[in-house]
C-alpha cells in the first residue's frame, strides 16, 4: 500500500534563516506531488505542485520554492524565512489519472520567531 | 472553473445529535466531490468520495454525503456524532484538468458533551 512520510513535524526557526522540509511516497511511481498551507484558521492554499522529476509548478509567488530531485521525493525550500511563512505545511499525492483522490502527510507545523 | 463552498465556517453540536455540513458545488459537467476530514495538528484524512452512480455514498467513521444535482450540493451528514468527531471537514472537487484538487474554506466541527 502507499503511504506518505512528511518531515519534520514541527520546526521553529527564525526569521532569515532558510528551511527545507521533505516529503517521500513509497508504494507508488510517477505521482502528483503538491505541497499546501494552511494559515492560522485558514483554509488550504496550493503553493506547488508536480507531475514529474524536475517538473515543478508554482501556483503563487512567494518566498518559497520547491524542487523534485527523485519521482517520489518532494522538497519544500526556503533560502530566508519571513514571519508570514508561519503556518502548517502539508504535502499530498495522487497518481496520474485525472479526478483521483489525493492522500496526504501529516504536516509540519512551521513557526518562525 | 470547478469549485466548491462551504457555507458554514463554524458549527456546533452535541454529543448524539445528527449532522448535516453543507458543500455547494460548481462544476460544468459530471462531479467528482470529495469530503475530507483534518483532526487538529494532522493532515487531511478522506472521508468518501462521490464519482457517479448512487447518489448516497458511504463513507467511513459512520458518515454518508448525498449528491443532488438540482441543487448543486454535496452535503456530509452523520446520524449521531460523538466526540471524536470534533475536527474541521473540507469538501473538495477537482479543477477542469482533473490534476489537483480544489478545496472549499472547510467548516470547523465542535461536539459538546
Known amino acids: 500500500s502507499q503511504t506518505i512520510h512528511q518531515w519534520p513535524a514541527t520546526l521553529v526557526q527564525p526569521v532569515g534563516s532558510p528551511l527545507s522540509l521533505e516529503c517521500t511516497v513509497e508504494?507508488?511511481?510517477?505521482?502528483?506531488l503538491y505541497w499546501y498551507r494552511q494559515a492560522a484558521g485558514r483554509g488550504l492554499q496550493l503553493l506547488f505542485y508536480?507531475?514529474?522529476?524536475?517538473?515543478i509548478s508554482s501556483e503563487v509567488p512567494q518566498n518559497l520554492s520547491a524542487s523534485r530531485p527523485q519521482d517520489r521525493q518532494f522538497i519544500l525550500s526556503s533560502k530566508k524565512l519571513l514571519l508570514s511563512d508561519s503556518g502548517f505545511y502539508l504535502c499530498?499525492?495522487?497518481?496520474?489519472?485525472?479526478?483521483?483522490?489525493?492522500?496526504f502527510g501529516q504536516g509540519t507545523r512551521l513557526t518562525v520567531v | 472553473a470547478q469549485s466548491v463552498t462551504q457555507p458554514d465556517i463554524h458549527i456546533t453540536v452535541s454529543e448524539g445529535a445528527s449532522l448535516e455540513l453543507r458543500c455547494n458545488y460548481s462544476?460544468?459537467?459530471?462531479?467528482?466531490l470529495f469530503w475530507y476530514v483534518q483532526s487538529p495538528g494532522q493532515g487531511l484524512q478522506l472521508l468518501l468520495k462521490?464519482?457517479?452512480?448512487?447518489?448516497l455514498v458511504q463513507g467511513i467513521k459512520g458518515f454518508e454525503a448525498e449528491f443532488k444535482r438540482s441543487q448543486s450540493s454535496f452535503n456530509l451528514r452523520k446520524p449521531s456524532v460523538h466526540w471524536s468527531d470534533a475536527a474541521e471537514y473540507f469538501c473538495?472537487?477537482?479543477?477542469?484538468?482533473?490534476?489537483?484538487?480544489?478545496f472549499g474554506g472547510g467548516t470547523r466541527l465542535m461536539v459538546k458533551p
Open positions: 473538495a472537487v477537482p479543477n477542469n484538468a482533473g490534476n489537483m484538487l480544489t
Open positions: 508536480s507531475v514529474g522529476i524536475g517538473q
Open positions: 462544476y460544468g459537467a459530471t462531479p467528482y
Open positions: 462521490y464519482f457517479s452512480g448512487d447518489t
Open positions: 508504494g507508488t511511481s510517477n505521482p502528483n
Open positions: 499530498a499525492w495522487k497518481d496520474g489519472q485525472a479526478n483521483t483522490e489525493a492522500f
